[in-house]
Antibody, heavy 121, light 106 residues
Framework: EVQLLESGGGLVQPGGSLRLSCAASGFTFSDYAMSWVRQAPGKGLEWVSA????????YYADSVKGHFTMSRDNLKNTVFLQMNSLRAEDTAVYYC??????????????WGHGTMVTVSS | EILMTQSPATLSMSPGERATLSCRASQSISRNLAWYQQKPGQAPRLLIY???TRATGIPPRFSGSGSGTVFTLTISSLQSEDFAVYYC????????FGQGTKLEMK
């Protein structure tokens, strides 16, 4: 079964850091681009970042550029999101999502269950 | 940035009825459009990609149409499990989502 399982969310103070992980199973992980998408409480969906299958290319929404970093470990079938200088507006459920090709730029065919990040003092 | 606008914000319908949800892009996105369904407390689920292709396991009562800037998701005969929030997403130029349409039971 194709599955994505996020972890690493929690409560963090403004200005703090957090590292999210997303463990994949049931498919050849290195063949597919991955993204992070977030959803603030009661709000819609916002794409955050994407990474190519081999991992050589990363892409970011303007809202997180310079303070989030996405990476992947294809040996461990895991993608990461390092979040620094966190602000209240980063509070959201963070989903990882898989694309059907190795290069980003397609629909998200598989989603994880999400992990909640709360930025508050 | 390509803006996606969905209408209506809320749609109140009864089981068995036909539902039509609209999505408009601020510029042409060809057919690079997807629809997702999200139920409370759950992750989004891909319904339609390429504007009109159903994802694996999606029943045929869900259909998508459109190209360029105007798109439609149609649910031919609503089932109780279809009441949820629906999002459109463009992936022609990175990714942006519409604000969602809440399909609620009348």
């Amino acid at each position: 079964e194709v599955q994505l399982l996020e972890s690493g969310g929690g409560l963090v103070q403004p200005g703090g850091s957090l590292r999210l992980s997303c463990a994949a199973s049931g498919f050849t992980f290195s063949d597919y681009a991955m993204s992070w998408v977030r959803q603030a409480p009661g709000k819609g969906l916002e794409w955050v970042s994407a990474i190519s299958g081999p991992g050589g290319s990363t892409y970011y929404a303007d809202s997180v550029k310079g303070h989030f970093t996405m990476s992947r470990d294809n040996l461990k079938n895991t993608v990461f999101l390092q979040m620094n200088s966190l602000r209240a507006e980063d509070t959201a459920v963070y989903y990882c999502a898989k694309e059907p090709h190795s290069a980003p730029g397609d629909a998200f065919d598989i989603w994880g269950h999400g992990t909640m990040v709360t930025v508050s003092s | 940035e390509i803006l996606m606008t969905q209408s209506p914000a809320t749609l109140s319908m009864s089981p068995g009825e036909r539902a039509t949800l609209s999505c408009r892009a601020s510029q042409s996105i060809s057919r690079n459009l997807a629809w997702y369904q999200q139920k409370p407390g759950q992750a989004p689920r891909l319904l339609i990609y390429g504007a009109s292709t159903r994802a694996t396991g999606i029943p045929p009562r869900f259909s998508g149409s459109g190209s360029g800037t105007v798109f439609t998701l149609t649910i031919s005969s609503l089932q109780s499990e279809d009441f949820a929030v629906y999002y459109c997403q463009q992936y022609n130029n990175w990714y942006t989502f519409g604000q969602g349409t809440k399909l609620e039971m009348k």
